[in-house]
């Protein structure tokens, strides 16, 4: 399922980066579309009544107003620095534990039980347990992330390395490829397109964790922010902190599905011209 | 195996003997070969033709050491085939699954004898000679996929020429590509034959083209399948698409081994 989410993202990419002039006209209605939109946000909050709710250029002065005094920095780096090393960590676990579960039939019904158990648990039910462990540092962030984001690099790379062709892998054994240059050059490039999507999923995964457990622990970072914004009654702040949230997600999103295209080239998804 | 002991089967490069295999067990077994037996001699172009559902791929998987047989035994230079031997190649029907798309067309051609530690600077000199032997010598950068069908086909012969196999076992290679690459991939494995002398064994369900390519034509009965005749063709070394396939010695013995396959084919109903 995951799986053809991803393709299908591959491709609507594909799509509008296909001509160049068509483009740049697809992003002045874009841009045109976002502007009017923010028009009528303004017009809505200076002549309706929408409570506590800014209008863009409130929350613009407070953007400029976090970034100017250097407030920005720290949470954002607490928050991202949860972020990538559980994603990591998630990926070192994922990783190896889905090859081997993937070639290993036997291996996969023996550990499904306790993986469908344990990826149903929600993260957020082990938040007192990882206070418990760690306090409210990067240990306890690091644990949910990781509890959460192992599943879809995990399972990702299962379904990758069952979807090998078994035209190529009879061509390997039959060329007598040694094992470690089949995990390399057969397994792990049959794997990559599922894997990247896993990837880029447990990568938005990672960031949503990071800013619960940053409210809920309080731990530092940008979800701690958004709560001491609001307790202090820094309105426009508190909103100011989830735009940079937003801002993050979308972010991490274009920088996955940037080096997912370039990685993989040669996927019937991403291959543009030349083939025939 | 009593027959490895015949002078004939001795000097053979490969020599099948025996080979039996069935698939499934109880009331849906099913068995693809009964008792195939044929032997290859250096530099000879063999091609294997049957019906239909003959387990011609059964039969191929299990020569080369894909697939263990029921019964029966293959050799290579006089030894076992247990697993897929260094001495052979393989080219499969579907090219376009075979080539690995993430490699280019030189790293695919080079990958097996990566695998086997041949350094570096020979890999590059065996690599460009095959690919100069396919007439591809200039799309060693592309990608496999960006490719047409026929090209690609030439890279897996390729890669299978630069893996130095002494002999080249193909499955229906020809069979997915148009009418008039499938002559020029003909002609350049003729050629490839003539120039390297390699062995060639050719499975195929086209009748023109087992004759037309080869020194001998095995036929094969339906399943379980056995050999029903080994078919000589004395046209010579040199074949061309128009004349020989109008010679009427061409035509004669298109006739004899389709006429044997249509006879092995009833003969297997009548049963």
Partial sequence: MTAATGTRARGVARRAGGVPGGARRVWAVKAGFVALLAAVWEAAVRFGDLGTFPAPTELCRALTDLVGDGEIGGPVLDTLTSWALGLLVSAAIGVPVGLVLGVSASAYRLCRFLLDFLRTIPSLALVPLAVLLYGSGLGSKMLLIVFTCVWPILLQTVYGVRDIDPVAAETCRSYRIRPSHRALFLILPSAAGYLATGVRIAAGVSLLISLSAEIIIPSPGIGQAITSAQLGGAIPAMYAWIAVAGVLGVLINLLFTRVERRALRWHPSQRQGGGR | ?271
């Avoid at chain 2, 030189?106 to 590059?124: D, I």
């Fill in chain 2, 1 to 271: 195996m009593t027959s490895s002991t015949s002078p004939v089967v001795e000097s053979a490069l490969l020599s099948v003997s025996g080979l039996a295999k069935s698939y499934g067990d109880g009331a849906s077994r099913r068995q693809v070969l009964a008792d195939v037996e044929f032997t290859a001699q250096a530099g000879d172009f063999l091609t294997i033709v049957g019906p239909s559902g003959a387990g011609k791929t059964t039969l191929l998987r299990c020569m080369s050491g894909l697939l263990a047989p029921d019964a029966g035994e293959t050799r290579l230079s006089g030894a076992p085939v247990a697993e897929p031997p260094a001495d052979m190649a393989l080219v499969f029907q579907d090219y376009s699954r075979s080539l690995l798309p993430w490699m280019s067309v030189v790293g695919n051609v080079t990958f097996p004898l990566r695998s086997r530690g041949v350094a570096k600077p020979e890999r590059r000199t065996r690599a460009e000679e095959a690919l100069a032997a396919v007439g591809l010598e200039s799309s060693a950068r592309l990608y496999p996929w960006q490719l047409s069908g026929g090209m690609q086909q030439r890279v897996a012969i390729a890669r299978a020429l630069a893996y130095g196999p002494r002999i080249l076992v193909m499955d229906e290679p020809f069979a997915s590509v148009d009418a008039q690459t499938r002559a020029e991939l003909e002609d350049l494995v003729l050629d490839l034959r003539d120039r390297l002398g390699v062995t060639f064994l050719l499975v195929t369900h086209d009748i023109d083209e087992a004759v037309y390519l080869a020194d001998r034509v095995v036929v094969l009965s339906g399943a379980p399948t056995t050999v029903t005749a080994v078919v000589p063709v004395d046209l010579g070394r040199k074949r061309d698409q128009v004349e020989t396939k109008a010679r009427p010695q061409f035509v004669s013995l298109r006739s004899q081994v389709y006429r044997l396959i249509r006879a092995a084919a009833e003969d297997k109903e009548a049963k």
